[in-house]
């Protein structure tokens, strides 16, 4: 079990060094670590995309209690993302994210904004 934190800040153009930073992060994690990547990047893809394109994010990791906490928060004007329905979309070309992030999760929770969100997953059996 890791027990060190990570958190760091950055805009879009740093996404190319920060996915494979967050993969490695991940890579003890074998293939629950490929889940949870799959669901960071929906949640960095939204932050980019309907956040604030032109902000920073901040994403935090760390290990506790056999979960992975994962921490996304952008500066964008959020939305109500506890009440948006997470379900399989029925459109093809969008709507996808929030649907992969409630599958590899176990918990997905945006803050009262909407702006900041809070994901986790159980690591070990
Ligand atoms: N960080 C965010 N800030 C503001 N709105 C958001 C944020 N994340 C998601 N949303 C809203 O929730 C909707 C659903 O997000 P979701 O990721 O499921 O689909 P999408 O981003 O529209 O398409 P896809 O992820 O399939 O490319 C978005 O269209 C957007 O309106
Ligand atoms: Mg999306």
């Known amino acids: 079990m890791r027990t060190s934190q990570v958190s760091i800040e950055f805009t879009e153009d740093l996404l190319k ?7 490695e992060y991940l890579s003890h994690l074998s293939e629950k670590g490929i889940h949870a990547e799959v669901g960071i990047n929906e949640a960095l893809n939204n932050a980019f995309s309907h956040g604030n394109d032109k902000g920073t994010v901040r994403l935090t990791m760390y290990e506790q209690n056999r ?10 004007e959020g939305f ?28 997905v929770i945006y803050n009262r904004t909407g702006n900041e969100l809070l994901m986790m997953k159980y690591i070990r059996d």
């Open 17 to 23: 060094v920060v996915r494979p930073f967050i993969r």
């Open 67 to 76: 979960k992975l906490i994962v921490r996304l928060k952008d500066n964008g």
């Open 80 to 107: 109500e993302g506890n009440r948006t329905p997470h379900v399989p979309p029925g459109e093809l070309d969008h709507g996808r994210g929030l649907f992969l992030m409630e599958s590899f999760f176990e918990r």
